[in-house]
């Protein structure tokens, strides 16, 4: 009887595949590491218009070696190596990186293998896509990166307009005139010190307009 317990546990590890053993576990301090990376992100954002600038310049800079330092070692961390929020969070610093496009483009690289794994946000990855085509001055691709104004949100050059609210759905992100809308309501946010209550109310709103 136990060599046949021991014959059938035989065949079932030979059944199981390798990347369920080669999977990464999820690593707490790497999450925490990544969290006070977008604080730092995040913080210009609370000081005065004058200062907030050169800060946030300054913790680009300061955040740059760490994620470098994190892809290179990790690769993109994902939802189950870091938790949802902390594989967005990282996501989130990246895309404020435009002085490095190259980087960001090996981190879009990383990024594909955790997404076609689902472990990474479609959704997210599309921004980046976005984010780095218009760093090289060409058309974006699914309508994330816009400029806000008091008179309204503009898309920045897009391809293929007619088509744009399919290749949005297929990546997970809602049409566009619904987002355009929520861009309107940030940038009203921005000038009345009530964005933090839109980031409650909606964090779908994945809005990450370029400061610089």
């Known amino acids: 009887m136990k060599k046949n317990r021991s014959v059938l546990y035989v065949l079932v590890l030979l059944l199981v595949p390798l990347s369920v053993f080669s999977q990464r576990k999820f690593n707490p301090a790497l999450s925490k590491t990544i969290d006070s990376l977008r604080a730092v992100d995040q913080a210009p954002s609370k000081l005065p218009k004058e ?3 050169k800060a946030w310049q300054e913790a680009l800079r300061s955040n740059y070696p760490h994620l470098k330092a994190i892809l290179h070692q990790y690769g993109f961390p994902g939802i189950r190596e ?5 594989s967005h969070n990282y996501w989130l610093v990246i895309q404020h990186i435009d002085f490095d496009v190259e980087f960001q483009k ?4 990383e990024m594909k293998k955790q997404v076609d794994k689902k472990n990474a946000s479609g959704e997210d990855y599309a921004f ?3 984010r780095i085509e218009q760093n090289e001055k060409r058309p974006q691709i699914y309508g994330t990166q816009v400029n806000m104004g008091p008179a309204g949100t503009k898309l920045y050059a897009t391809i293929d307009t007619i088509n744009l609210d399919k290749r949005r759905r297929f990546v997970g992100l809602g049409p566009i005139a619904e987002y355009l809308k929520k861009c309107d309501e940030v940038y009203k946010a921005l000038n ?4 933090d209550k839109i980031r409650t109310k909606d964090d779908s709103l994945k809005m990450k307009p370029k400061y610089n």
């Open 51 to 53: 200062q907030a600038s």
């Open 82 to 86: 870091v938790g949802k929020e902390s």
């Open 106 to 109: 090996e981190v879009l690289k």
């Open 128 to 130: 980046l896509i976005d």
């Open 192 to 195: 009345n010190g009530t964005l």
